[in-house]
T-cell receptor
């Protein structure tokens, strides 16, 4: 595997379910990100991790719970979601969290539908 | 507040040239990125500008004017595969990326 991978690619869940999204990066990067992408809206940054420590939490509801066990893996645990949480969830990684030329590499995303 | 503006949708003809504009108002500036995103796929990096001027990369060029808070992406010799959304993003004073909503580019034969 190369680049940034995400599983599952598609997920349908009820409001009472608990599920997890998984992201893995094979680029040796130190920073990882979760974004939410809704139709015709800008990418919304949810969480940033640097070397397994959370450095940014953009006022995300507690029903979204991130976990970063090591610098290559990132999870997003979901519970009691709402229909408005339906969106494409993108994972990204970059060499670091700051500095110029800090390009972010994205995974293909998980298309989440909450019924 | 921080804001990135770009047109919602543009249409162009195969073989032609198109310019996608992006204007920004952010707290600080540490560079501007352009990404391409095909429907259902990951955004992929196209270009990065941190100094004023034009950066050319094959059929794609990106221009930046920091004093005007303005950038554009220029696509030449358009091909059908260029049909995609083009995302403008600015790295702010905290190196956090602030994203525009994207410009959907439709290429017609």
């Amino acid at each position: 595997e190369t680049g940034v991978t995400q599983t599952p690619r598609h997920l349908v869940m009820g409001m009472t379910n608990k599920k997890s999204l998984k992201c893995e990066q094979h680029l040796g990067h130190n920073a990882m990100y979760w974004y939410k992408q809704s139709a015709k809206k800008p990418l919304e940054l949810m969480f940033v991790y640097s070397l397994e420590e959370r450095v940014e939490n953009n006022s995300v509801p507690s029903r979204f719970s991130p976990e970063c066990p090591n610098s290559s893996h990132l999870f997003l645990h979901l519970h009691t979601l709402q229909p408005e949480d339906s969106a494409l969830y993108l994972c990204a990684s970059s060499p670091r969290t700051s500095g110029d030329y800090n390009e972010q590499f994205f995974g293909p995303g998980t298309r989440l539908t909450v019924l | 507040g921080q804001n990135i503006d770009q047109p919602t949708e543009m249409t162009a003809t195969e073989g032609a040239i198109v310019q996608i504009n992006c204007t920004y108002q952010t707290s600080g500036f540490n560079g501007l990125f352009w990404y391409q995103q095909h429907a259902g796929e990951a955004p992929t990096f196209l270009s990065y500008n941190v100094l004023d001027g034009l950066e050319e990369k094959g059929r794609f060029s990106s221009f930046l004017s920091r004093s005007k808070g303005y950038s554009y992406l220029l696509l030449k010799e358009l091909q059908m595969k260029d049909s995609a959304s083009y995302l403008c993003a600015v790295s702010d004073s905290n190196y956090q990326l602030i994203w525009g909503a994207g410009t959907k580019l439709i290429i017609k034969p």
